[in-house]
């Protein structure tokens, strides 16, 4: 594993054992609303607070956006960290939440790593090197098209101008597809494509913490992550479309009639 990776999974893991150790004994941990339906504890950044020592302990010099603390300054290589992604499957006791860590210099992902405390899996990845799951390689699936495919998804919830459109693309693409499953983590949704566990996801509206290790994952894992129209702005606008190299163009053909102006691609 590479040294920039294997110090992420390092930090996953122990922010993982925080995790399990205050999961389904959240009564007396204090919970925020960020805003409508976005909530963070104090596990979230007590979570963050290990990330970003490890990191700070190893890198100094590097720079974090974190979803808590935001932006800390640094140099070319920056970290994206979200401590806990799927906070409100955690505060319910819901089994399905990770940490997600990503890495970039000079604008381009290098190294990934989503860690699932429950299952203890760990999925990493690093530029050019190929995407693993606990150091086993892994790949995207080899479905052709859209009859039999299973995909994962995320409902709009904090943002709520597009959810016509979203359930728009939802009904077209069920038709042919096997299931749609809305888990409710984001990291995990495209960790679980990378290892051909669904063969394609979409959703509006997220932010880059909550899929930049996901979306490294799935390009070493041999798919491709693309926004609504197929370009490259996904991480600008927070539309993403992903699937492997067949299902992907099938996806983007499917959803097309459900963009507009007022959707940014």
Known sequence: MNPMTH?????AREAGRLLLRYFNRMENIPVEEKQANDFVTEVDRASEKIIIG??????PDHAILAEESGDHAGNDYQWIIDPLDGTTNYLHGFPQFSISIALQHRGELIAAVVHDPLRDETFTAHKGGGAY???????????????GALL?????YRDQRFVDAYFGMMKALI?????????????????????????GFWELGLARWDFAAG?????????????????GRHFETGNV????????????ETIRPFLSKELPA
């Open 7 to 11: 110090i992420a999974a390092r930090a």
């Open 175 to 199: 038709r042919d597809a096997a299931g749609v499953r809305r888990p409710g983590s984001a990291a995990l949704d495209f960790a679980w494509l990378a290892a051909g566990r669904i063969d």
């Open 54 to 59: 490890a990191i700070r302990k190893a890198y």
């Open 241 to 252: 479309v992903a699937g492997n190299v067949k299902i992907h163009p099938v996806m983007l």
């Open 152 to 156: 994962g998804t995320g409902i709009p």
């Open 215 to 231: 979306a490294l994952l799935v390009q070493e894992a041999g798919g491709v992550v693309s926004d609504l129209a197929g370009g």
């Open 133 to 147: 799951l606990n150091e086993h390689r892994i790949r995207v699936s080899k479905r052709k098209d859209l009859h």
